[in-house]
T-cell receptor, first 111, second 114 residues
Framework: KQEVTQIPAALSVPEGENLVLNCSFT??????LQWFRQDPGKGLTSLLL?????REQTSGRLNASLDKSSGRSTLYIAASQPGDSATYLC??????????FGPGTRLSVLP | GAGVSQTPSNKVTEKGKYVELRCDPI?????LYWYRQSLGQGPEFLIY????????DSGLPNDRFFAVRPEGSVSTLKIQRTERGDSAVYLC????????????FGPGTRLTVL
């Protein structure tokens, strides 16, 4: 059974710092991996989708990488801003199955 | 519509009652998913529709939970004889074709069973 973990569980950084969020999964036979952000009391907002054949995806200040062989993905946030404060979730999709989510990393960016 | 919508946004019910939660996916999306999220955890998969049929319902916790999508668009999640443990946020998502595509989520329905 696919298990997804995220480290750290919570992170607090001053504004302007670059930061890395980690996602690990146990079964490397994934179809794709998606990163989301979730604001308190809200639904999930899609950030980046990485297909299994890709190594990374970029959107603005965000860069996500994927290393299937080691079962890891990282989300890099450059020049963090207070508006980036949210919970960040990764989800992996096994072939023929559906997304399995990690527990999330709660990020606070302090002004 | 512009995004996935869910109604109601909040639902409070008493133990033993029946509830229905509605999801309107993005127009043209053939795939629709239901998830359940408890406080401090990631969403947990419940059921996946491809068109009108349930392609995977392996996540439904028991036979009190049932979902339909009769015309391949709007879906309703139905919970019978609700229990306090059913309290959670129920999230709906849709994607253009299937599980290989990007999923777009609605705002969720917060269900509280007293």
């Amino acid at each position: 059974k696919q298990e997804v973990t995220q480290i750290p569980a919570a992170l607090s950084v001053p504004e302007g710092e670059n930061l890395v969020l980690n996602c690990s999964f146990t079964d490397s036979a994934i179809y794709n991996l998606q990163w989301f952000r979730q604001d308190p009391g809200k639904g999930l907002t899609s950030l980046l989708l990485i297909q299994s054949s890709q190594r990374e995806q970029t959107s603005g200040r965000l860069n996500a990488s994927l290393d299937k062989s080691s079962g890891r993905s990282t989300l890099y946030i450059a020049a963090s801003q207070p508006g980036d404060s949210a919970t960040y979730l990764c989800a992996v999709n096994l072939y023929g199955q559906n997304f399995v989510f990690g527990p999330g990393t709660r990020l606070s960016v302090l002004p | 519509g512009a995004g996935v919508s869910q109604t109601p946004s909040n639902k409070v019910t008493e133990k033993g009652k029946y509830v229905e939660l509605r999801c309107d996916p993005i127009s043209g999306h053939t795939a629709l998913y239901w998830y359940r999220q408890s406080l401090g955890q990631g969403p947990e998969f419940l059921i996946y529709f491809q068109g009108t049929g349930a392609a995977d319902d392996s996540g439904l916790p028991n036979d009190r939970f049932f979902a339909v999508r009769p015309e391949g668009s709007v879906s309703t999640l139905k919970i019978q004889r609700t229990e306090r443990g059913d309290s959670a946020v129920y999230l709906c998502a849709s994607s253009i074709r299937g599980e290989w595509d990007e999923q777009f989520f609605g705002p969720g329905t917060r269900l509280t069973v007293l």
